[in-house]
């Protein structure tokens, strides 16, 4: 086996609600989160001998090739681990928005991670390749197990929940990139005045309910990042305006994300969307369920 050919796929917030702050600086958080047929693509592969250790390509001219960068930091890290010698080159295709919420950083590590383990025949189980990832972002893990999820602690306590209502997706990232770092610095816990309601999400998700799911999606995130740009509300009241049954902030944003019952719906949208100044991207998709164990 010479070649990987992995799909990193960005994930979206149903729900994300923060706790409290830890004393290490991180939140404990409580969050449904659903994997999306929006992916880049993680292709890794063995390098000649005279090539670099570890070689990195990117489709973006601005994004950095070296320990800067989260693939090429989980690839150093896993050839000094388990002792591998063979020089790596990645080839790293970006279609995820960059600091949107959508934790495309966060999908390519996990990729790089199964890659890794497949292409040197590894043989690490799920549980360890989370260990790994857990070591780089809270998201990692999460992207590794893919599909409908709870997600505790910092996000990294996993439960699988059943697959979510097949639907239609709509993402649209505005004109404006969001510091993760500074919502969560000027998130006020005690002043949050709308947290979502994750039973009776749970319970909607399990019983296929996408009614009951569409109406009670909540992120308290928003507090923060729409009233630094209200750009993000204005995006949402589009979606819904034209069709959406739900629509809400993915992570910190700025990306936005509209569930629709109807493709015919959902390329509307994404048609209307695209027309926007304020728009940078817009895409249509579906929702990811894994196979099921």
Not at 54 to 66: A, G, S, V
Not at 89 to 94: G, N, P, S, T, Y
Request: net charge neutral.
């Amino acid at each position: 086996m010479k070649e990987i050919r992995m799909k990193a796929r960005a994930k979206i917030n149903i729900s994300l609600d923060v706790i409290r702050r830890r004393e290490d600086g991180y939140h404990d958080l409580s969050m449904i989160m659903q994997t999306i047929n929006l992916y880049d693509k993680v292709n890794i592969k063995r390098g000649s001998k005279k090539a670099l250790p570890i070689e990195l390509k990117t489709n973006l001219n601005f994004l950095p090739t070296d320990e800067k960068n989260l693939v090429y930091k989980v690839v150093e890290y896993m050839k000094t681990v388990y002792e591998i010698k063979e020089n790596i080159f990645i080839d790293l295709f970006k279609v995820i928005p960059i600091a949107a919420g959508l934790a495309g950083g966060s999908a390519d590590a996990a990729a790089t991670i199964k890659a890794m383990n497949l292409l040197f025949r590894l043989n690490l189980s799920l549980e360890e390749m989370m260990g790994i990832g857990k070591q780089f972002g809270a998201d990692i893990p999460y992207c590794l197990v893919e599909g409908t999820v709870l997600a505790e602690g910092i996000g990294d306590e996993i439960t699988r929940l059943q697959p979510f209502p097949e639907c239609f997706v709509v993402i649209a990232k505005p004109n404006i990139s969001v510091s993760t770092a500074f919502v969560y610095e000027n998130l006020r816990l005690k002043e949050i005045s709308n947290r979502p309601n994750n039973p009776l999400l749970v319970e909607a998700i399990n019983n296929g309910d996408f009614n009951t799911i569409s109406k009670n999606l909540c992120n308290v995130l928003e507090e923060v990042t729409i009233q630094e740009h209200p750009v993000i509300d204005q995006v949402k009241k589009s979606m819904l305006l034209n069709g959406a049954t739900g629509a809400l902030m993915s992570g910190s944003g700025s990306a936005v994300f509209g569930l629709f019952d109807s493709e015919e719906g959902a390329l509307k949208a994404t048609a209307i969307l695209k027309k926007q100044e304020s728009i940078k991207f817009a895409y249509a998709t579906t929702v990811y369920n894994r196979e099921r164990d």
